[in-house]
């Protein structure tokens, strides 16, 4: 119905902001601040009052800034349509305040906020000239009054201080093994002012999908606040740009708030095949966008947007013969997800907010994300210790296909659960799950990330079958409240505000006894880091030591030279194990252990850009072989005993020496192409039996068996076994070929035994085929006998080479079996890589006569994009073309393979 003091609905961005050191009694100097989205790290560095924390040991010198109080503040005029009388609202928006900021307008205190993570909306009346003021007070000091103020509960964090356990903040702020301790605080999101008199919100589309999914049906919901006007609703084919759907026929169902804001709903059908969502790989990303509209006459008061997309999803988990089954299924099709884990891309996520034109605007999202498609990733996760995502991230992830888990932000503690906090909590999550479900990408929710190992180490009191199960609030008695958290709040929320998606109480957890410190293979998802962390096996016993899903696990690795440079910005500070270097490695005993597992496999190197290559043919290794391994889990239908493997993790939010398979500068590390060769649609794998060098046999093969330590068979090879495979994914893991399996030698390049071919192969769609199982190679002349001194001339280690290859000869996939260790190996014979480059530089071929190890290109960001592919083998009588697509010229780009004569 039309009303003449109708106006449409604005909303204009407070601009103009400066700041202080202090509260807003402190006669410190006012200095010019960005406008939100930004922080006090950043408006600091512009007047040069702190360093880039970036560089060197510059985190030290701003540690001060997070101890300290900032007081935000800015003027605006009333807008002319907010005049009194007119029945227009005015509204202060503020998407994000990080974390405990007190709000004056005009000096009267309109807001009190402590969650980084919500979002507030107040209701203001305005004078001719405006003052918006905000201070910001320490989180950490904060946090440790609160600790003080709840002596009832048993405070335990992970990752330096105990404060952050009472705070809702982004947790990765305190600290990491991956990042700085960089405690920010400022309007990190976008402040406006809100006029209307009519306001749409909370659009939701819920559906149901019939058996065969062809036919959606469900209804679309919208709540209207304001003035009564028409409602419009229409549903738009982003396909075709066809309206499939459209009515002003909405009916109002309630009043929610029991003021002025009512829900209304229609329903819908779609028929006729509808078009679906699917993962990269199983079939397109058909999306639909529905727009709402509320109109007096022909004046449009408010509008809202939404695109989604209709998939089924399920997590399936049940009873088979490994245990109970972890793997998803979309659309009613098994999903084997290979991909990994995500952290915020900075220490202050308002360097990339879509919003902060001074940033790399919202396109930043979509290019990490398409880097983890074009990786054939399928899947990022998340992580609990950072934040939730803007609607760009989620929105790449929508258009490319990449499925999301998402992570409630709680990570690696033992949280409170007294009231006050349960109520942020769930507004917090309320909030952020309706912001979000409209994303078809996102397809779980997790609890947390390993707070049930806190659980386990610390001993505190939870039982998964008590008494108790069914009665919450008796969780809230025990020294683990947050159980009342994530197996009764969390879950109830995702039921109540999503459609269909799952719930998983904790990352990992399996039947609620055992997590991280007791890996339980048989169920739920696990995070793996005995390799690394805990007993530190060799990286070679990764493809044993999976689960149903793996959902954390990886090896450190530098990332490339160029980017080093960039933040370690002194010459004398540039060498392995420099102060400035194990400054920026924050892993726990990072020292001992990246250089135990170097050691332990390649002959050292003490130059940085030698030290860095073997640490990137390590991570590859170790990373690539282990997703090759668990994806041959999947099996086939019926029999999936590893339905997915996440690393840790994608990317950094500095530049710095982590897990990371892709640097802060978006440079991918040989790691990230190791993923992307072993999530090809059609892959082959080959792994030789794994002979353990660094411990002593039980058996009596061994001379000096009593005193060494080392197993020296791994030198003579005379009993080498080995598997092949093929693994196909849903849509095109169908193909018709030849394999071959060849046996070069290390030294010479030629072939040691008869190759092996097997004709006729035919892959499974959505399978993986054994194709050679527990094969023994047989070298002629080659034994060695243990009785004599050990003779280098009568050994000749050889890498196993598999190759797949299509009926018309196309070269589908290879893999490659190195002995181990590779330290053992002899690289002295003269061995050289050819490069031929194409006349616009933009394609490298190489070719070799002996097997080349670990040929890296020592890639920088100026590439602006990753190459087809980097740190791979090259064995004698193949060519491998790379290829860029940035028009950056590859002969400008150093390389080096491993042994390499300087």
């Known amino acids: 119905m039309a009303n003449t003091k109708a106006i449409p609905f604005n909303s204009t961005p407070l601009r103009g902001w400066s700041f202080k050191q202090g509260n807003r009694s402190s006669d410190a100097e006012w200095l010019e601040a960005g406008d939100p989205p930004t922080e006090v790290h950043r408006d600091l560095e512009r007047h040069g009052k702190a360093p880039d924390y970036r560089q060197d040991l510059n985190e030290l010198a701003v540690r001060w800034i997070g101890d300290e109080t900032w007081t935000y503040r800015t003027t605006f005029r009333r807008p002319e349509e907010s005049q009194e009388g007119l029945g227009v609202k005015a509204v202060l928006s503020f998407e994000g305040l990080d974390t405990f900021a007190s709000v004056y307008l005009n000096d009267e205190l309109v807001l009190a906020s402590d969650n980084m993570f919500v979002q507030h909306r107040v209701e203001v009346t305005l004078k001719a000239e405006n003052e918006l003021e905000i201070v910001f007070e320490s989180a950490r000091l904060k946090g440790l009054e609160l600790v003080k103020r709840h002596p009832e509960h048993r405070f335990i964090v992970h990752q330096t201080e105990i404060s952050r356990g009472p705070v809702r903040k982004a947790q990765y702020h305190w600290g990491w093994d991956w990042g700085p301790i960089i405690m920010t605080c400022g309007p990190t999101k976008p402040i406006t002012l809100e006029t209307y008199t009519c306001r749409l919100q909370g659009l939701r589309v ?24 028409e409602l419009y609703v229409e549903m738009v084919n982003n396909q075709t740009g066809k309206v499939e759907w459209s009515t002003t026929e909405l009916q109002q169902v309630s009043s929610p708030t029991g003021g002025a804001t009512s829900l209304y709903e229609a329903p819908f059908t779609l028929k006729d095949d509808v078009q679906l969502w699917w993962p990269r790989g199983y079939g397109p990303q058909s999306l639909y966008t529905v727009n709402a509209i509320a109109r007096s006459g022909h004046h449009i008061l408010h509008s809202l947007t939404q695109t989604t997309g209709f998939r089924h999803v399920e997590l399936v988990q049940t009873p088979d013969s490994h245990g109970q089954s972890f793997y998803f299924r979309l659309n009613h099709v098994d999903v084997f997800v290979g991909g990994s ?13 879509p919003a902060d034109s001074s940033s790399p605007s919202s396109s930043s999202y979509a290019d990490w994300i398409r880097l983890a498609a074009e990786g054939n990733q399928t899947m990022v996760r998340v992580w609990g210790g950072g934040v939730y995502e803007p609607a760009a991230f989620y929105a790449a992830a929508d258009a490319l296909g990449v499925l999301v888990w998402q992570d409630f932000l709680f990570a690696c503690a033992n949280y409170p659960a007294h009231p006050a906090y349960l109520a942020s909590v769930e507004r917090e999550a309320r909030q952020n799950v309706r912001r979000l479900r409209h994303h078809p990408s996102i397809v779980v929710w997790a609890g947390n990330n390993e707070d049930y190992q806190i659980v386990e180490r610390y001993g505190l009191q939870y039982d998964a079958d008590g008494d108790d199960k069914t009665n ?29 998606v799952p719930y998983h109480p904790s990352s990992p957890f399996g039947d609620g006894k055992s997590t991280v410190l007791k890996v339980d293979p048989t169920i739920g998802d696990v995070h793996q880091w005995n390799v690394w962390h805990g007993t530190m096996e060799p990286y070679q016993k990764l493809p044993e030591m999976g689960g149903r899903f793996v959902s954390e696990f990886g090896m450190e690795a530098y990332p490339h030279l160029d980017t080093l440079e960039k933040c370690i910005t002194r010459e004398e500070d540039r060498y392995p194990g420099s102060m400035a270097m194990d400054f920026r490695n924050k892993a726990i005993g990072h020292s001992r252990r990246l250089v135990s597992y170097v050691a332990e496999n390649f002959r050292l190197r003490q130059d940085l850009e030698g030290f860095a290559h073997l640490t990137h043919v390590m991570q590859a290794d170790a990373v690539g072989g282990a997703y090759q391994a668990w994806r041959r889990q999947w099996g086939t239908k019926g029999h999936r005993k590893c339905g997915g493997v996440l690393v840790w993790q994608l990317n950094d939010c500095w530049p710095t020496v982590s897990w990371a398979v892709v640097d802060y500068y978006g440079v991918p590390k040989p790691a990230y192409y190791a993923i992307k060769r072993a999530m090809q649609p059609i892959a082959v794998g080959v792994q030789r039996r794994f002979r353990d060098w660094t411990v002593k046999p039980a058996d009596g093969a061994l001379w000096q068996r009593d005193t060494s330590h080392v197993d020296m068979r791994s030198l003579w090879e005379d009993d080498v076994r080995f598997d092949a495979w093929v693994s196909g994914n849903g849509q095109e893991g169908l193909c018709m070929g030849k394999l071959t399996v060849k046996f070069i030698s290390v030294k010479t390049g030629k072939q040691v035994a008869e190759p092996i071919e097997k004709v006729g192969i035919s892959s499974q769609t959505n399978e993986c085929i054994q194709l050679i199982n527990d094969a023994r190679v047989h070298i002629p002349g080659k034994k060695q006998d243990s009785r004599e001194p050990y003779d280098p001339s009568k050994s000749d280690p050889f890498v196993i080479y598999a190759a797949l290859h299509a009926n018309d000869g196309q070269l589908i996939s290879s893999d490659c079996s190195w002995p181990d260790p590779i330290k053992y190996l002899d690289f002295s014979a003269d061995r050289a890589v050819n490069i031929a480059y194409s006349e616009d530089k933009s394609t490298a071929v190489m070719t070799a006569d002996k097997p080349v190890k670990g040929f890296v290109f020592s890639e920088v960001a100026e590439l602006a994009g990753p190459l087809s592919d980097n740190g791979f083998d090259i064995m004698p009588g193949e060519k491998f073309e790379i290829r860029t697509t940035s028009g950056f010229p590859m002969d400008r780009l150093k390389w080096r393979y491993l042994d390499m004569e300087e």
């Open 472 to 500: 919450p609030e008796k969780w809230l008695e025990t020294d683990f409240p947050a159980r009342y958290i994530y197996e009764h709040l969390l879950p109830n929320v995702i039921e109540s505000e999503t459609d269909g």
């Open 341 to 353: 884990c995500w952290i915020p891309l900075d220490n202050d996520p308002s360097r990339h907010h």
């Open 206 to 229: 819920l559906y149901e999908l019939s058996v065969d999914l062809k036919r959606v049906e469900g209804r679309v919901q919208v709540e209207c606040e304001g003035v009564e006007g």
